[in-house]
């Protein structure tokens, strides 16, 4: 379990881990059970931050620090994905194989510069609204459930390029133990730290990784890497927006 879930930090983080002694597709796809918990790894680094540096400073500078944290552990690997995949996807064009083209082009468009700006600045407004008593359950689950989506998607959607990458790795090792493992532990995390609310925002958060996963079999044949970070992303932001909809 241990050895899994260092792979999975290492393959979603850029945290300084040492390097883990298997890292072949095999077993980086039988990590994806522990992707949560990858994810709350994080949450917990950022709730640490809050807790014992930045929760003194004005709320919009602590959230610009979180949002700055976030992306440092991440790397931005999840942000690069959901640029490609608004590049392609708001593109315009409707072959698949032209979408699937401009999603593979590392250089960024006005739709993908406008899909991180957009995200961001409702991370950062929802960061900046919540109360106390919610930022911090918050923080802890929002990268949790954001981790799940993954998961979901990896099992529900065949992968679409004809030829393999990170993203095939993830649907090839996907299986229903894994899946219903990983979404033990994100509802765990989501009643512990929220209780019932938890639990809700987590399902509507899901309910929303379904619905866009079905779109991206329709639109594209299924899944990639890019939508992945797509996913991981604006699913992260439907369970900020929803713990707002509990503040208001």
């Not at 981790?147 to 992968?159: E, T």
């Not at 209780?195 to 079905?214: D, E, K, P």
Request: with cysteine; aromatic share 8%; net charge neutral.
């Amino acid at each position: 379990m241990l050895h899994r879930l260092h792979l999975a930090l290492s393959f979603l983080t850029r945290l300084p881990l040492p390097q883990p002694r298997v890292t072949d597709a095999g077993e980086i796809g039988a990590s994806q059970a522990m992707f949560p918990l990858a994810g709350l790894c994080l949450g917990l680094l950022a709730a640490a931050l809050h807790l014992f540096v930045t929760r003194h400073l004005p709320r919009p500078v602590e959230a610009a620090g979180l949002l700055v944290l976030f992306t440092w552990m991440t790397g931005g690997f999840h942000l690069d994905g959901l640029a490609d995949t608004a590049d392609g996807i708001f593109s315009g064009r409707n072959d698949p194989d032209d979408i699937l083209a401009i999603m593979k082009d590392s250089a960024i468009g006005t739709m993908g510069t406008l899909a991180l700006l957009l995200v961001l600045l409702l991370k950062f407004s929802c960061l900046t609204s919540l109360p106390a008593d919610l930022l911090l359950p918050a923080l802890l689950l929002y990268p949790t459930a954001g981790r799940l989506g993954i998961v979901i998607q990896a099992k529900m959607a065949p992968y679409a390029r004809p030829r393999g990458g990170l993203g095939k790795t993830m649907v090839d090792g996907a299986d229903g133990r894994r899946l219903a493992g990983a979404a033990a532990a994100t509802f765990a995390v989501a009643a512990a730290t929220a209780g019932f609310s938890g639990i809700a925002v987590t399902a509507t958060g899901m309910v929303y990784v379904y619905l866009i996963t079905r779109y991206f079999i329709r639109r594209l044949g299924g899944a990639t890497g890019d939508t992945f970070g797509f996913t991981v992303e604006t699913a992260e932001t439907v369970i900020l927006l929803c713990f707002s909809l509990i503040a208001a």
